[in-house]
């Protein structure tokens, strides 16, 4: 998921992964250069920043889940769109990670297959053996579910515009955006808060990186349940990704973000980016239910539970102006 190898002796050599992908050598390499859309395409990742941006050198920040935690590290990468290669490596690690580097190999076998390989090294602190293993562990776990889901995203693109559903719900609220912006971050006292929350679980191990599970109430009066990994940026940006779905999807994405103005006004936006998992509509929405059915079910679910959301967060915020 991000090099500049190094010559010490006790960097490991090389790994790699590949997987044959039925699409165009530019579409693939395409997708890789785009990082802002990688949590819609790897399931490990659930926010990433671009921090710098020079010709074909960037600097990125990425949340992501390894070996089923949340980690975040600093990543710079050199772009070769000619040579169809994208260099990169860890500038800041996440323990037990001392160093990672890499490259990604786009090799076109004609115009609608590619050949695309993903090489890794890297290094444990202290050359711990533990902490090699849950490298090794990690890098193998996240090359298998990344590289599966590059070829499912790259190939399904015709399809995408039907499946994959993106929306905002926005307020405006007479208040601190730094109050609206802690009424989210506070997810622990939702279940007292907010009425469509039944339970809630928040974990912050690491500060503004949280897992939050919860039971959600539905319009109709079902209970489902969902987990997310949070991205917090205060006071601006909450990014999310579920990694515990609703059966009716196959990926949700969003982020809740908070923009005050100089007069004090703060606009609050709620956006979701969610791709419809086709197998369950019939099982879901019954046997005649269709995409459009989907499509429409999950909006208003979705949009229903942030603006009642929101809606909590204007009054918190306006009661402290």
Excluded at 113 to 121: F, I, S, Y
Excluded at 164 to 175: A, C, R, W
Excluded at 209 to 231: F, I, Y
Excluded at 269 to 276: E, N
Aim: aromatic share 6%.
């Amino acid at each position: 998921m991000t090099g500049n190898i190094q010559s010490e002796v006790n960097i490991r050599p090389e790994v790699e992964h590949e997987i044959t992908v039925l699409a165009g050598a530019s579409d693939v390499y395409r997708m890789l250069a785009d990082v802002e859309n990688w949590p819609r395409i790897f399931p490990p990742s659930v926010y990433v920043e671009r921090v710098e941006h020079n010709g074909t050198e960037e600097r990125i920040r990425i949340w992501a889940t390894a070996g089923g935690e949340p980690k975040s590290w600093t990543s710079r990468r050199e772009l070769d769109p000619d040579g169809l290669r994208i260099r990169f490596w860890q500038e800041v690690s996440s323990p037990p990670v001392a160093e990672m580097s890499g490259t990604w190999i786009v090799e076109p076998r004609g115009e609608r297959e590619t050949r695309l390989r993903l090489l890794h090294t890297y290094r444990a602190i202290d050359d711990d053996p533990d902490g090699l293993a849950w490298i090794e562990r990690a890098v193998d776990e996240n090359s298998r579910a990344e590289l599966p889901s590059l070829k499912a995203n790259v190939e399904l693109a015709a399809q995408a515009g039907e499946l994959t559903l993106s929306f905002q719900d926005t307020v405006t609220i007479n208040g601190s955006g730094k109050d609206a912006y802690d009424f989210v971050n506070d997810a622990h006292l939702w279940v007292e808060r907010l009425p469509h929350v039944a339970t809630v679980q928040l974990t912050e191990d690491t500060p503004g990186l949280q897992v939050l599970r919860m039971d959600t109430r539905t319009a109709d009066g079902s209970v489902h349940t969902t987990e997310s990994v949070r991205v917090c940026r205060p006071h601006h940006r909450i990014a999310y990704k579920q990694t515990t779905l609703p059966a009716l999807m196959t990926l949700h994405t969003g982020y809740w973000e908070f923009d005050e103005s100089a007069d004090g006004v703060t606009t609050a936006t709620s956006q979701h980016t969610v791709v419809i998992n086709t197998g369950a509509i019939a099982t879901v929405l019954g046997p005649d239910a269709g995409v459009a059915d989907a499509r429409s079910f999950i909006r208003t679910a979705l949009s229903g539970n942030s603006r009642a959301t929101l809606g909590h967060a204007k009054a918190y915020a306006e009661a402290r102006r």
